[in-house]
């Protein structure tokens, strides 16, 4: 992945618990760098030992730190420069879901190495979507409930979230049930 996403990584680990712990953090991963260039490759493997060094240095499970790391980043991408990508891709949290896929690909026609997900949306009723999530990375949709939870907020629309289906229990690929009490798209 870019090295914007372990810089991301970095910053939410700083911003929460300091230099010290995040020196510890990237240690006990394996990372020799203190930094990441953010238009740069890394291998997954790298990001994804860094949550793992965090949730052991922080006691906290692995899944609750990819929860906070997806709200962090629509804070994070938005204050650092990509802000422009949240004006474009919508100005609702419907919307925005809906446009997810395009932005992927305008960000992937500037960044080419760039290996987006795919998050494709169909509207049940009024009040739910139904989201389909695909990607080549396994088990990282207790981020994608965080980004979903940081969108909501951006967009100060309140949404309950169900993940009905899941890869990581048989499922064909994860499916998130999204519901807005207050939508009337
Ligand atoms: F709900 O792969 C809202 O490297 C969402 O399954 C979900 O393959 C917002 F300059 C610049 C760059 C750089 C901008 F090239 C990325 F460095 C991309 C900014 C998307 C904002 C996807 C990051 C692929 C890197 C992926 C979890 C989980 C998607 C991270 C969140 C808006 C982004 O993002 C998976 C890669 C951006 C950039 C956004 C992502 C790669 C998302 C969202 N993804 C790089």
């Not at 990584?9 to 240690?27: F, S, Y």
């Not at 919307?95 to 049940?124: Q, Y």
């Not at 994860?174 to 009337?184: G, K, Q, V, Y």
């Amino acid at each position: 992945m870019y090295g914007l996403v372990n810089e991301a990584v970095r910053n939410l680990v700083i911003t929460n618990a300091g230099e010290d712990t995040w020196n510890q953090i990237r240690t006990k991963a394996g990372v020799e760098v203190e930094s990441f260039s953010r238009m740069d490759q890394y291998p997954d493997d790298l990001t994804y030992r860094l949550v793992g060094a965090a949730s052991e240095v922080l006691g906290a499970p692995a899944d609750a730190i990819m929860e906070q790391f997806g709200e962090f980043w629509i804070r994070y991408t938005g204050r650092e420069g990509y802000g422009h990508l949240f004006d474009i891709a919508g100005n609702s949290f419907r919307d925005f879901l809906f446009n997810l896929d395009a932005l992927h690909t305008r960000v992937g026609d500037n960044f080419k190495d760039l290996r987006p997900p795919s998050f494709k949306c169909e509207d049940v009723n009024e009040q739910t979507i139904r989201m389909h999530y695909l990607t080549e990375r396994p088990g990282l949709c207790p981020m994608v409930l965080g980004l979903l939870r940081g969108l909501a907020d951006h967009f100060e629309t309140e949404v309950f979230v169900e993940h009905p289906v899941c890869s990581r229990t048989g499922g064909e690929h994860c499916e998130f049930l999204l519901t807005m009490p207050h939508a009337n798209r």
